[in-house]
């Protein structure tokens, strides 16, 4: 935008002292996937390429709180005791070359670039302009835990913020208005001017309550638990007439030791599952010195990793596994090992990688004294 010329402001008003969310302090500086609520909110604005300035009203005993949100593009100033005073206090903080404004409620942290761009496309052609989520439900009017009457819902629309105005006619607007207004649209239709209705997002959601903070989180995916491990096996050639690799029986003129079948790559899988989890490694849950595991398939131990992932509800999300060896060949047999993997697992073959590479003749693997295998897998809860 041209900094000297005609510019759009957002006012976002976090002077509230809201502490029905709980937390202990005001819930606009409650932390929401790492950032506070207000951080969110002012971030919306300040990152947005329609929007040159942002001003951020804060209660006078928050400034030290807010002081870190400070930056060339954001400003703070102390606001009122009430919503409305507080508007006022931001609005008059505005630059003169500020032309249009757009009035937000920290409280909806989860305002989307969209919606923000809606708004103020639609002040091209009106006074003002606001988003609203149709009322789809039935409308009741209850009254000491009883329904006492339906509501007719045609026509009703709910209320989200950003209201955008064009600032001499909102200015003119709050000179007219007296007292409190429930929200800058109140005192812009009090004063007649032309409101637009902007399509607005379930997601724009308002932090009110306690169960709020989760609700933000789930939608914007903020409490998505996302982990990654990572398992390294080795086991060394010995005598035999086959090896088994990611669970494919491939014949070969020696074998692979180990108490199990040897099978290097799904052991090595196996322990990224455990990594992931933080649950120890193969040998913490099957003791190779217990006997009843001598020969075993090593299929019931990535069941057992598998299962404990999703007992601990996680999703296995993606596993990759690379093989290093000189010998045998992999590439014929990778497409089996993915899909005897996967089956395992019980997830698509497109999330199962299997690759190969040789140690260039280097140390172990390269004397062909033995195969290598190193994998890492990702679960995800959400
Ligand atoms: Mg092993």
């Known amino acids: 935008m041209d900094k000297d010329g005609p510019s759009t402001a957002a006012v976002v008003v976090a002077a509230g002292r809201g502490m029905r969310a709980g937390g202990g302090v005001p819930k606009q500086w409650r932390p929401l996937g790492g950032m506070s609520v207000a951080a969110r909110a002012v971030a919306a604005f300040a990152c947005h390429p329609g929007v040159d300035d942002v001003i951020l009203v804060v209660h006078p005993d928050d400034m030290e709180l807010a002081r870190p949100l400070a930056s060339d593009r954001v400003r703070i100033v102390a606001g009122a005791d009430t919503r409305t005073g507080s508007v006022l206090c931001g609005l008059r903080a505005l630059e003169a070359r ?95 001017l032309d409101v637009a209705l902007v399509a607005g997002e379930e997601e724009n959601v308002k932090i009110t309550r306690p169960g709020d903070f989760a609700r933000a989180a789930r939608i914007s995916g903020m409490d998505m638990d996302v982990r990654t491990g990572n398992g390294v096996d080795v086991h060394r050639f010995g005598p035999g007439d086959h090896v088994m690799l990611c669970g494919v029986r491939i014949p070969f003129g020696r074998g692979l030791d180990g108490h199990s079948d040897a099978d290097v790559g799904m052991h ?83 999330r199962m990688s299997v690759k190969a590479t040789t140690s260039e003749r280097l140390g172990f693997a390269g004397r062909e004294e033995g195969i290598a295998a190193i994998a890492t897998a990702t679960l995800v809860r959400a």
């Open 98 to 192: 500020c032309v249009r404004v757009l009035i937000h409620d920290a409280a909806r942290p989860l305002v989307t670039g969209d919606t923000i761009a809606r708004v103020i496309a639609a002040l091209a052609d009106h006074d003002g302009a606001a988003p609203g989520i149709e009322v789809i439900d039935a409308l009741w009017q209850g009254r000491g835990g009883r329904i006492v009457a339906t509501r007719d819902r045609a026509d009703l629309w709910r209320a989200q913020t950003p209201q955008g105005f064009r600032l001499a006619p909102l200015m003119d607007a709050y000179a007219d208005h007296d007292g409190e207004a429930a929200d800058d649209v109140a005192v812009a239709l009090a004063a007649g």
């Open 268 to 350: 090595a899988v196996t322990d990224a599952i455990y990594g992931a989890l933080a649950a120890g490694d193969i040998g913490a849950h099957f003791p190779p010195s217990d006997p009843q595991w001598k020969g075993a398939a090593s299929e019931v131990f990535l069941t057992h990793a598998c299962d404990m992932a999703r007992d601990a509800g996680f999703t296995l999300s993606h596993a990759d596994c690379t093989l290093i060896c000189e010998v045998p060949k992999i590439g014929p047999h990778r497409a089996a090992m993915r899909a005897e993997m996967a089956r395992i697992m019980g997830i698509d073959i497109d």
